[in-house]
Nanobody, 123 residues
Framework: QVQLVESGGGLVQVGGSLRLSCAASGRTLGSYVMAWFRQAPGKEREFVAAISRSGGSTNYADSVKGRYTISRDNAKNTLYLQMNSLKPEDTAVYYC????????????????WGQGTQVTVSS
């Protein structure tokens, strides 16, 4: 019932910043809890950040806490991930995901997924 398309990935140097976007269509973004996951080369996909329907509650993985900020603009049907102070270990494909009901950090709970956007952090 919702389609998700990520954008904003690219190549940055250590310490740089990127802002990822996830555009939703098919149903209003406000109907969903939203989250970001990432998958680094040779590793399993992992939770990055999540945000409640209204944006009033957020949750971050310990590895990104203090550096990343998740936000949403329901009027624009868009989810964002601001990434600062990037490190080589942040290199991954970043995926936007959506679910109904309550906020969780488990990827098994999310029903809808975008195609991902590549983030590469150089040395």
């Amino acid at each position: 019932q919702v389609q998700l398309v990520e954008s904003g990935g690219g190549l940055v140097q250590v310490g740089g910043s990127l802002r990822l976007s996830c555009a939703a269509s098919g149903r209003t973004l406000g109907s969903y809890v939203m989250a970001w996951f990432r998958q680094a080369p040779g590793k399993e996909r992992e939770f990055v950040a999540a945000i409640s329907r209204s944006g009033g509650s957020t949750n971050y993985a310990d590895s990104v806490k203090g550096r990343y900020t998740i936000s949403r603009d329901n009027a624009k049907n868009t989810l964002y991930l601001q990434m600062n102070s990037l490190k080589p270990e942040d290199t991954a494909v970043y995926y936007c995901a959506a679910r109904t009901l309550v906020l969780t950090t488990s990827q098994r709970d999310y029903n809808y997924w975008g195609q991902g956007t590549q983030v590469t952090v150089s040395s």
